[in-house]
């Protein structure tokens, strides 16, 4: 009876129902689509990996973590006798002696523009090899087969226009080199998105390694050993130090690498995925909170004829199971979709994923369903706890029931409670001394206030919404006057309501106040602190000797200066170790080029052989000048160095430690030193800075890898970073939007029913179809209005904080977007006026005589 009680409900109700299944759909579709696309980019790697990997794979000894840099620019080898040792293994079919490095380049001549990917994937050369399992076949031309002959990947060069016969250079850490184009190779399996090139053994090591040795030495067997066998016998026949891995240890740890990159994306689209969830459980709430009212009566007489409360209340919430299964179902399935269009962003992005081969776990099923049925559930409690209240009198009177009291007072004082307690969280996250702490304030304040706002949100309804709309009788007469009526006649609903378009407008204001602040503080640090004309970079490629010669040769440059990277520990004058970013710099950067805020000591004593340290890492480890500590550069280098200046945090240079490259050239030979990271040049006196950063440009115009910028352009490539990251918020976000939007058309529509004896009686006096269609816009407008004010100011205080958190790490000064908060003003009353389209249509349909006539 219970259950065909609440069929018949949900069907008869099935249009008003539509929305909220709509917000189910989404939420659930986002959440489902994130896992598939995440289990078939996984699933994919997985393929190539286990279809490649030989049985066994012996590499050189695992760097230790201060020579990973080192690593990265020098490749660590094995030894070329080391492949004979491994053949002579039993159970060994074939040994195979490997070159593969991501430290170099590729460049068309003809166009001067880089070949493979810029970002993301990386650009691998190694040597051709003729294995069991080579990922890529030659489909055109033929192996290489001399010093200046290349095989380049099919869709690397179909991407870069290049066939057999075109040019093609390398650079590297050992010079410029020009081949041809001699075959053109097919991956086997998938495409990862990296750009291959393959040289002919002998070229590779000398190229690429400079020397004849091999990155690994991979090894098939004969089938006769099982592969942790052959493991086995192979680390016991070349001896300890290497690092000897069967198949399945390589294909883990090849996932685990690509599993870390994708997790990032994995888990932030999931984290606002849950956003919007929480979004459309407002709608919910307010959905079958209208429909409870509009069905008193009938909740009454099922009362008068023997219901029980708790059959009224699992009536109400067998509805929103329905509601849970049918919309997490059309979810699942619309997720497919989200996966497919997250696989072609990819794609575009230089990943090389295939729609056809979408995985669909048990995990999507199960996430999708919880997330979709919980949140159905949990919000139509409230609504179902307020049912199972109603009493059979209650069915002979109109609809409504009437407000509560003591209900609005505990609300109010846990309201306060929240936000106050959150607002103090918050004031102490953006006062902590260090940002792992403030951090931690903030994300429990954030969670604090929102709760606390959405607690409030009613009872600011009547005060706020009285504000906002005070206009609108002077303005637009007994429509204005009647649509702020309407917005205040139920707080409750408005306040669910506003909540919805609430949050997501926060989270916007959060971000652009974030972002803005970064721009803001970088451009001023830029300006108070460097004194050079042009920073030029090399990415993820190093600035060779030949670069730096090129710029120092640049007509209108007065002199320039390098910096050099290490990752290095530093041994405390109490004997403890602590790990620091260790620059390697010349006497002019801190003499001309730069001007950090010094909190103690002098700049120029790093000319003079002692270290420069950032001030947090000085008060971390009670570090002061004059102190003197041991750092080590790795491979057993070392340096015992006096403290000689502390800079002030919150710099360019705050966090980082510094060293002069004469003092650091004394212990690590210049075999040893990493690459020149970034090169800073300073135009000479009298110079035109415009025409001579052209100058730069046109000398270093073949090396497309670099990055030259005056002060004006590092700026704009700063605010360019970070507006990456801000429109991907943006577009995350979007997501609870376009809920919260269906809130206000779902409220509205309701709202419209609810009142179709009172549309029908204020047309039958007089009103115009154009005035009540006006009246349904501008209450729409009011109450995304008040979204709007609640989400700006929950929004600042988020954004106020988080530039207080991060004020040492280069946040330092904080700027308000006045033109992103007028934008989102503006912008909630153009989405009111979007949602109130399809109710004030309705609205103004209706017939009279049969809206009159209604119960």
Do not use: C
Not at 123 to 140: A, E, H, K, Q
């Amino acid at each position: 009876m219970l259950l065909k009680t609440s069929l018949r409900s949900f069907f008869a109700h099935k249009g008003r129902m539509a929305l909220s299944l709509i917000a189910v759909v989404l939420s659930v579709a986002f959440v489902s689509g994130t896992l598939v696309f995440s289990d078939t980019a996984t699933g994919t790697f997985d393929k190539l990996f286990a279809a490649t990997a030989s049985d066994v794979s012996v590499q050189p000894p695992k760097p230790a973590e201060d020579e990973e840099q080192q690593a990265a620019v020098k490749p660590p080898t094995v030894p070329v006798a080391l492949a004979d040792q491994v053949a002579t293994v039993p159970g060994v079919k074939k040994a195979v002696g490997q070159v593969m490095v991501g430290n170099a380049v590729l460049i068309d001549p003809a166009t001067n523009k880089l070949v493979g990917p810029t970002s993301g994937a990386p650009t691998l050369l190694g040597n051709w090899t003729d294995t069991p399992r080579n990922p890529v076949t030659i489909t055109s031309g033929h192996a290489p087969r001399g010093s200046g002959e290349l095989v380049l990947d099919a869709d690397t060069a179909k991407k870069a226009k290049l066939g057999l016969g075109d040019r093609i250079r390398i650079e590297n850490s050992g010079g410029r080199h020009d081949l041809t184009i001699v075959g053109i190779a097919t991956f086997t399996a998938t495409n990862p998105g990296a750009a291959l090139g393959f040289l002919d053994t002998p070229t590779a090591q000398q190229m690429l390694l400079g020397e004849p040795a091999y990155t690994s030495i991979e090894t098939f067997g004969d089938g006769s050993l099982g592969n942790d066998r052959l493991k086995a016998d192979t680390a016991a026949r070349i001896g300890g130090g290497y690092q000897v891995k069967t198949a399945a240890e390589q294909k883990d740890e090849n996932t685990k690498q690509v599993g870390s990159s994708l997790n990032f994306m994995k888990y932030a689209m999931l984290g606002f995925a849950f956003v919007s969830a929480i979004v459309g459980a407002f709608l919910i709430v307010n959905t079958f909170s209208m429909l409870v009212a509009q069905r008193t009566r009938e909740i009454g007489l099922l009362r008068a004829i023997g219901g029980s409360r708790r059959q009224v209340n699992r009536s109400v919430l067998v509805e929103a199971l329905i509601l849970g299964v049918l919309g997490s179902t059309l979810g699942v399935a619309a997720g497919l979709g989200v996966a497919v269009g997250l696989i072609k962003l990819m794609n575009a992005l230089g990943m090389d994923l295939k729609a056809a081969d979408l995985q669909v776990g048990p995990d999507v099923f199960a996430a999708g369903y919880a997330l979709g049925i919980v949140v159905t559930l949990v919000a139509a409690w409230f609504p179902a706890r307020r049912a199972s209240r109603i009493s059979p009198m209650a069915a002979l009177r109109d609809h409504g029931t009437p407000a509560e009291g003591r209900a609005n007072l505990v609300r109010t004082v846990l309201g306060l409670l929240l936000t106050a307690g959150g607002g103090a969280l918050l004031v102490l996250g953006a006062r902590a001394e260090k940002a792992a702490t403030g951090g931690q304030y903030l994300g429990l304040g954030v969670v604090l206030t929102l709760i606390g706002f959405v607690v409030l949100g009613p009872l600011l309804a009547s005060a706020v919404v009285r504000v906002l709309g005070a206009l609108l009788p002077a303005l637009f007469g007994p429509s204005g006057k009647l649509a702020q009526r309407n917005a205040m006649r139920n707080p409750r609903r408005t306040g669910a309501t506003a909540a919805a378009l609430m949050i997501g407008l926060a989270l916007v204001i959060a971000s652009s106040v974030f972002s803005s602040s970064a721009v803001t503080s970088a451009s001023a640090q830029i300006d108070k602190s460097v004194g050079v004309d042009y920073i030029i970079g090399g990415g993820r490629a190093e600035v060779t000797t030949e670069m730096t010669d090129i710029v120092r040769r640049t007509p209108g440059i007065d002199h320039v200066t390098v910096q050099k990277g290490f990752h290095a520990k530093v041994q405390l004058p109490d004997g403890r170790q602590a790990k620091t970013g260790l620059d390697a710099v010349p006497p002019a950067f801190f003499g001309t080029d730069f001007h950090p805020t010094v909190r103690s000591g002098a700049v120029d004593s790093i000319g003079r052989g002692s270290l420069g340290i950032g001030e947090a890492f000085a008060k971390d480890f009670g570090l002061k000048v004059g102190d003197r500590v041991t750092v080590d550069y790795g491979k057993g280098r070392t340096q015992v160095l006096p403290v000689g200046v502390v800079f002030a945090k919150g710099e360019l240079f705050g966090n980082g430690s510094f060293v002069d490259l004469d003092t650091m050239a004394k212990a690590v030979p210049a075999a040893e030193q990493p690459p020149v990271e970034a090169v800073f040049a300073k135009a000479a006196p009298g110079a035109d800075v415009a025409r001579t950063l052209t100058a730069l440009q046109d000398g270093l115009k073949e090396y497309p890898q670099l990055t030259v910028k005056d002060q004006a352009g590092y700026k704009e490539l700063v605010q360019s970073q970070v507006n990456t990251l801000l429109y991907l918020i943006y577009g995350l976000v979007a997501l609870s939007i376009t809920v919260a939007v269906l809130g206000v058309v779902n409220t509205l529509a309701l709202s419209v029913v609810e009142r179709t004896r009172e549309i029908g009686l204020l047309r039958a006096i007089g009103f115009s179809r154009r005035q009540l269609r006006r009246m349904i816009r501008l209450e729409s407008v009011v109450i995304a209005l008040f979204g709007a004010v609640l989400g700006t100011g929950l929004g600042l205080a988020w954004g106020v904080t988080v530039q207080g958190v991060l004020r040492d790490q280069g946040l330092g000064t904080l700027s308000v977007p006045t033109t992103m908060v007028a934008i989102t003003l503006v912008s909630s009353v153009l989405i009111g006026l979007f949602a109130a389209l399809v109710p004030a249509f309705r609205a103004g349909r209706m017939n009279v005589l049969a809206a009159i006539a209604t119960d």
